[in-house]
């Protein structure tokens, strides 16, 4: 009964907390533009410390698939509280609801993102000066980046379902991300069964969201000052992940492949739908891609036979030194395998020495152990045979030419 009391206490104290929402000031709505794109707020501007802003948006452009909007929010004592809405009623109500419910949990971002192409305002509720600027960006780098990294692995999704080193990774993110569920799990088995553990558990929970969120906010000054046990709980929930993965080794039943391909494939669609700012565009890439993936490979072939046959590639010969060239290595990489093969245990030496026909057993023991394929006399009679073929084909070159000159 003690823990519902003190929940109760802390709603009723929340409740005197909202005595002045949204109703103090002077309710104009100040305007984020182009024009005017920042502010300064005082604490003795306006009366109960409060100002609505509001940004039009733009027309909706394909050249502005990737721009961003973000007000950045810089107080001297502390982040204030924002609200986000579509107009100022609704800012005023999300003021009221998050009041009523999480006052005393609230911490608020130091920026705020809003969509470019549709009207938003944005509540400040601040105690001290405070400094609002409205940044604009034509291309942000995040936007490419997301949808081309969500069409790599939605694309790749087969490949690093059966990937060890994926499965590997993966267990391993997933442990060290899901450590905190897994002890908030095992503490609810500890609370008992009765009316007020579910508000126990409920209030764990949302003590846990808060500490999720004030980390996030606090991320850089928390790994300045406990760098040490954060790479402490990495290193040991790493290793208790790792050898979780190793016990029940990579997934090998088909039907599981499948659900996990599925899964990677959702997650890559998710980053492409986040890839624009435009959801018709997101929505049309997922839709190509879901087609160009689920396309029969009947058809795929049919389509590139006919690419071939209406673009054919066209095929650049080899020159003579190319060719001689290409020749000569062929010959000394067969030559090197005939070798290996001799001297490897799979080659049967007598039967391959009865086999030879032109060639004696000491001259191919000896090719065996290293020496040419060829003998002094070859050699001599192809640089002969090859001196005496090149004059010949010039002269009858130079009496072509010249018989098409006289006629």
């Known amino acids: 009964m003690s823990v519902l009391w003190l929940v109760l206490y802390l709603f009723l104290a929340s409740v005197a907390m909202v ?16 024009n005017t794109p920042s502010y300064t707020l005082h604490t003795d501007e306006f009366e109960g410390n409060f100002q609505v802003f509001c940004y039009k948006g733009e027309a909706a452009s394909p050249f502005l698939l990737w721009s961003s909007v973000t007000v950045r929010v810089k107080s001297l004592d502390g982040a204030p509280t924002l609200y986000v809405g579509h107009n100022k009623s609704e800012v005023c109500e999300k003021q009221n609801q998050q009041s009523l419910i999480l006052y005393w949990l609230m911490i608020s971002p130091d920026k705020v993102s809003l969509p470019p192409f549709e009207k938003s305002c944005i509540g400040v509720e601040y105690t001290s000066t405070t400094h609002i600027g409205l940044d604009k960006k034509v291309i942000n780098v995040w936007f490419p980046a997301c949808l081309v990294f969500g069409l790599v692995v939605f694309s790749h999704a087969a ?55 004030h980390m996030y906010l606090n991320l850089q000054s928390l790994l300045q000052e406990y760098l040490q046990y954060i790479l402490g709980y990495l290193t040991v929930a790493g290793i208790v992940s790792f050898a979780v993965c190793y016990r029940y080794g990579p997934v090998t039943n088909e039907r599981s492949l499948d659900l996990i391909k599925w899964g ?34 009947r058809l795929v072939q049919g389509l590139r036979f006919y690419w071939r046959t209406w673009f054919p590639q066209k095929i650049r010969r080899l020159t003579q030194e190319e060719y001689e060239q290409q020749a000569k290595e062929e010959t000394r990489r067969a030559l090197e395998q005939l070798r290996q093969y001799c001297n490897s245990p799979d080659c049967n030496t007598w039967k391959t020495v009865s086999r030879l026909e032109k060639c004696s057993p000491v001259r191919f023991a000896k090719f065996v152990e290293g020496d040419s394929h060829l003998s002094e006399e070859e050699v001599c009679a192809y640089d002969s045979e090859v001196s005496f073929e090149f004059p010949m084909e010039d002269s009858f070159e130079e009496d072509e030419s010249f018989v098409s000159s006289n006629t």
């Open 19 to 34: 005595a002045s929402v949204c109703g103090p000031g002077d309710g104009r709505i100040k305007e984020l533009s182009k």
């Open 264 to 297: 990677i494939q959702l997650i890559g669609l998710t980053f492409v739908y986040n890839g624009t700012q435009l959801p018709a565009a997101s929505l049309t890439i997922i839709l190509l891609a879901v087609l160009w993936a689920n396309i029969p490979e």
């Open 159 to 213: 490949t690093l379902s059966r990937n060890v080193l994926f499965y590997y990774s993966s267990g391993i993110t997933v442990g060290v991300l899901a450590s905190l569920l897994i002890l908030v799990y095992m503490l609810s088995k500890l609370v008992p069964k009765k009316s007020g553990a579910f508000v126990l558990l409920a209030a764990g929970w949302s003590t846990a969201l808060y500490l999720i969120q």
